[in-house]
């Protein structure tokens, strides 16, 4: 028997020959030739030499090996070959795959597990016969054997014949097959009969515990029948579950010693006494005042019986809100509360009253009848429980209720008012009236009552009574008075100032009545009087309430009275120093108010006070214009040039309103005038122009501007001088005028802006662009000149030239929305879309509250988009009117029309100087609104007269529309729209 080693020391031959002396040379011949360090194979190699030795030729006959035959054995190993002599050693071993079903440290007891994952179906060892592994075991028992006495530290006991990996023979792998094979047969018998129970068993599980969606699904089958309301009405789920629910952070902290300390001294038990406190008599005194407090507070101090204070708590039963049964909890227990209540305090109403509206509750009114009613007999004198008692009584029996009060209780004003209020017909409620001021004469509301029922003369009668009764009821002399005769009721009215000498309502009702009848001269005086006597009576003059006085008889159509108090109050606890400021805000708050009178009575006082204040004849004549008429207007301007000669806006004020009317020969006399009193405004020699210009008088404005020139004209005389010579068509004069213009004002950009749209009209391009660059030199912040030059380079050269003026210009003047924006439909005009969405982000950036460029923002961006860019719009300029009016165009391609109307006129307010806004509303109103629309737009527009507008320039200054009005204006500017659009 002799071990040999194969030539690539995988594997291990065992030559087995039964003439072989003994084991132990067999032993030591297998040490002699493998003369190899067998670390590897130690494990195996000592097994196997102490099985042999053993039991010998029976333990091979017992596997059933035969003599001469040869047994090779796979000794696995984790990396490299088995030395010869002297091997070096290898390390590589971690770098193998591991053998199959190899568990690491599972032989050294290390803790673990296997699964047949891991194993497969092979047996974990050479299986061997019941008999032979007996007597392996019955040997191990005699000789001491341990398993454990040749463990190897790295290979474990998973090897030799007893390794996982160890091939079958042939014969093995028959049997395999046939024990697998009447497995699969046992298998298939019976097989219908167990699915069809395993299926009975899942089916009975299931019908136990049926899932959610089943138990819904009767409920999801009718989800069709619900109505849009219920299914509105379903509450939304909430998130209940754990899943990414922060845990609150818990911290905690040591408690403190002194926390301790003081929590044990609370705790101990001092059984000592102080020896500081000696005194056991005042201590026994201080428990009994104490004992004596918390008896006082829960029992009677006569009866001694425990009972609750009864005002309180029926103040907090009566506030308590009882809506249904179940507030209630305990009935019982509150039934015999409120039982004790009445038993130990049956004479206060409030115990009935609650008793009652408890049952009331409950749905017991019969017992709530007869539990007020009991109360009505305990305290007959209270008018609450009457009351009570008449409202939870019946139709037919609340009057017999409220009889019997009356007849407890005469004096009681309440109950004859509750008495009328059960009576239908008036009559009947004025005779239960009178019935009750025959018991209480004096009743303010009683006789306010009756009178209100009685027609006039009855009233009238009522009413004198009622003075006599209650003389200090200021409603009554002031009633009476509306009632009688001028001569009777100045009589009654002085015999209220008798009663009443602290009553200004009775000087100012005098004031009216006066007015009323005609004695305007006496309206003045009244006021004037009562307030030196109410001030004789030392009372207190409010002006606040006096100017109240005075809007509440503007808006009772007594004027001279309003006026009167104001010239009388105004001046009241005013200093000095503030009366100008002071006036002029209590005008403004009135003009809000919409109360004009006042306002002008105020300002007509302080112009009475402050003749030659311009800035408050200013506000007057506005406050005229507004709301007063052209004569009254016209005079106003009169009386204040007369003040104020030197004022040049009164001056043109005056000279407009007269043009406007339609009288240019007043208009002439009062520019006149104007000069006559200032004689070197330029102003008032401008609106002389204007006025002849606009008269198409060319041959006298061109002499106004020439007197003008001669005495030193502004800039401002030149450039009207060029505007007239345009419009006659004198192209020479039009340039003398501008040079010569620009040789004495340089800095004036808009000569040098003319005289360039001169050379362009006369298609001198170089002219013009020599013109716009000699005022940007003198003029570098100008934006026309800027744009006008990039606008002619376009034309001239192309956009390449046109960007590189806008660069520039935009360098020299920064945050310049205008110049963004021509930057932007320069690329836009030559299809260059891109680059005008990138000039478009960075204007936004430079200028991120410049309405026209987000309004020029929202006409570029895509229609999904547009909601979306138009909210930033908002939130950037939301009182923008140019943004404001983008929004109303895309509400109006939207087909919103309501919306888009409100923003058109939201638009038009907030700049009515604009004419496009107006051009647009104009338009809107001719596609979608009424004729009554349309005309109110056309008369708002030329109310406003706008000027400005980057559509209306062009059109109102052009030579062909320069005395156009208004109105022919708006509509070429809606037509120029249309032929754009088309």
Request: aromatic share 6%; charged share 30%; hydrophobic share 40%.
């Amino acid at each position: 028997m002799v071990f040999i080693a194969s030539p690539n020391h995988k594997t291990l031959t065992l030559n087995l020959n039964p003439n072989t002396t003994t084991l132990q040379a067999l032993k030591f011949q297998i040490e002699q030739i493998s003369n190899v360090p067998i670390s590897h194979q130690r494990l195996f190699i000592s097994q196997s030499l102490q099985l042999l030795t053993q039991r010998g030729s029976t333990l091979l006959a017992d596997l059933g090996i035969k003599p001469y035959s040869t047994l090779t054995l796979h000794v696995p190993f984790f990396g490299g070959t088995l030395p010869h002599k002297n091997p070096k050693p290898r390390l590589d071993f971690l770098n193998s795959k591991p053998p199959e079903g190899y568990v690491a440290g599972l032989g050294r007891g290390a803790s673990g597990f296997t699964t047949r994952s891991d194993i497969g179906p092979a047996r974990s060892a050479l299986e061997l016969p019941d008999r032979a592994i007996g007597q392996l075991e019955e040997a191990g028992e005699e000789k001491g054997y341990d398993e454990n006495q040749q463990f190897d530290d790295f290979e474990g006991n998973d090897v030799g014949l007893l390794a996982p990996d160890a091939k079958l023979d042939e014969d093995d792998e028959k049997a395999d097959a046939m024990w697998k094979a009447v497995d699969e047969r046992m298998d298939s018998r019976r097989k219908d009969r167990r699915e069809a129970l395993l299926r009975e068993e899942i089916e009975k599980y299931r019908a136990s515990n049926p899932k959610i969606t089943e138990q819904f699904a009767s409920l999801k089958r009718n989800l069709h029948t619900l109505s849009a309301q219920e299914w509105k009405s379903i509450p939304e789920i909430g998130d209940y579950s754990m899943r990414n629910k922060k845990r609150r952070f818990e911290s905690f902290v040591p408690v403190p010693d002194t926390l301790l300390e003081k929590a044990t001294l609370e705790k101990e038990l001092v059984t000592a006494i102080d020896p500081t406190s000696t005194d056991l008599t005042a201590v026994r005194q201080g428990r009994d005042i104490v004992l004596s407090l918390k008896l006082d507070r829960i029992s009677d101090s006569v009866s001694g019986l425990t009972v609750v204070d009864p005002k309180g708590y029926l103040t907090h039963l009566k506030s308590m809100s009882i809506t249904s049964n179940t507030d209630v909890h305990d009935k019982n227990k509150a039934r015999l509360l409120m039982t004790s209540l009445m038993k130990s305090n049956p004479k206060n109403p409030c115990v009935w009253i609650s008793a009652a509206r408890f049952e009331e509750v409950a749905g017991k009114m019969k017992a709530a009848r007869k539990l007020i009613q009991e109360g009505c007999d305990e305290c007959p004198k209270s008018e609450d429980v009457w009351l009570e008692a008449c409202r939870l009584a019946s139709p037919k029996d609340a009057k017999a209720v409220i009889t019997k009060g009356v007849k407890f209780i005469p004096n009681s004003v309440n109950l004859w008012m509750e008495a009328a209020k059960l009576e239908r017909d008036d009559l009947n409620k004025s005779r239960v009236l009178r019935k009750g001021l025959e018991h209480i004469p004096d009743s303010f509301r009683l006789w306010k009552a009756v009178v209100d029922l009685a027609n006039e003369e009855d009233a009238r009668s009522l009413l004198k009574r009622a003075v006599e009764c209650c003389p200090l009821h200021i409603e009554f002399w002031l009633a009476l008075t509306r009632l009688e005769t001028y001569e009777n009721a100045k009589k009654v009215l002085n015999k209220a100032r008798e009663n009443l000498s602290e009553e200004p309502a009775i000087w100012i009702t005098a004031a009216k009545l006066e007015e009323a009848n005609g004695n305007v001269s006496m309206v003045g005086k009244i006021i004037e009087r009562g307030i030196r006597a109410l001030q004789k009576t030392a009372v207190i003059i409010d002006r606040e309430a006096w100017m109240k006085e005075a809007e509440a008889a503007e808006r009772a159509g007594s004027i001279m009275t309003c006026q009167a108090i104001i010239r009388s109050a105004i001046g009241i606890g005013v200093e000095e120093e503030d009366r100008k400021r002071t006036w002029v805000s209590d005008a403004e708050d009135f003009m809000k108010k919409g109360s004009i009178e006042t306002a002008r009575a105020i300002y007509a006082h302080a112009l009475t006070v402050f003749l030659t204040k311009k800035s408050i004849w200013r506000k007057a004549s506005q406050l005229e214009k507004s709301h007063g008429t052209r004569e009254s207007l016209v005079a106003l301007l009169r009386k204040a040039v007369t003040y104020c000669p030197q004022a040049e806006n009164l001056w043109l004020f005056g000279a407009k309103e007269k043009w406007l009317s339609g009288d240019v020969p007043a208009a002439r006399a009062i520019l006149q005038e104007a000069y006559a009193a200032i004689p070197n405004s330029q102003e008032i020699w401008l609106a002389a122009f204007k006025l002849e210009f606009e008269n198409h008088e060319s041959e006298r404005a061109k002499m106004l501007l020439a007197k003008a020139r001669e005495r030193g004209g502004n800039e401002r005389v030149w450039m009207k001088s060029a505007i007239v010579e345009r419009e006659l068509g004198n192209i020479d004069e039009e340039r003398k005028f501008l040079v010569e213009g620009l040789k004495r004002f340089p800095s004036f950009f808009k000569l040098w802006l003319m005289l360039g749209q001169l050379e362009e009209r006369l298609d001198h391009l170089e002219k013009a662009k020599k013109a716009y660059h000699s005022g940007l030199k003198h003029c570098p912040n100008s934006l026309q000149l800027w744009l006008s030059l990039a606008s002619l380079q376009e034309k001239m050269i192309g956009l390449s030239k046109a960007r590189a003026v806008l660069t520039i210009a935009r360098k020299k003047n920064p945050q310049n929305p205008e110049l963004w924006l021509a930057s932007v439909r320069a690329e836009l005009r030559h299809g260059k879309k891109k680059e005008s969405d990138i000039l478009m982000a960075k204007a936004l950036q430079e200028c991120p509250n410049s309405g026209i460029l987000w309004a020029a923002a929202l006409e570029m961006v895509a229609r999904p988009q547009r909601k979306a860019k138009s909210k930033d719009a908002l939130e950037k300029c939301h009182h923008d009117p140019h943004v404001v009016a983008a929004v109303a165009k895309l509400l109006w391609h939207d087909r919103k029309l309501d919306k888009a109307r409100n923003w058109l006129n939201m638009a038009v307010m907030l700049a009515p100087d604009i004419g496009d806004f107006w051009a647009l509303y104009y338009k809107f109103e001719l596609q979608h609104g009424t004729e009554e629309n349309q005309k109110d737009v056309l008369n708002r527009c030329i109310a406003a007269g706008p000027k400005h507008g980057e559509k209306w320039q062009p059109i109102s200054k052009a030579v062909e529309n320069s005395h156009q009005p208004i109105e022919a204006i708006l509509k070429k500017v809606v037509a120029a729209a249309e032929n754009n659009k088309q």
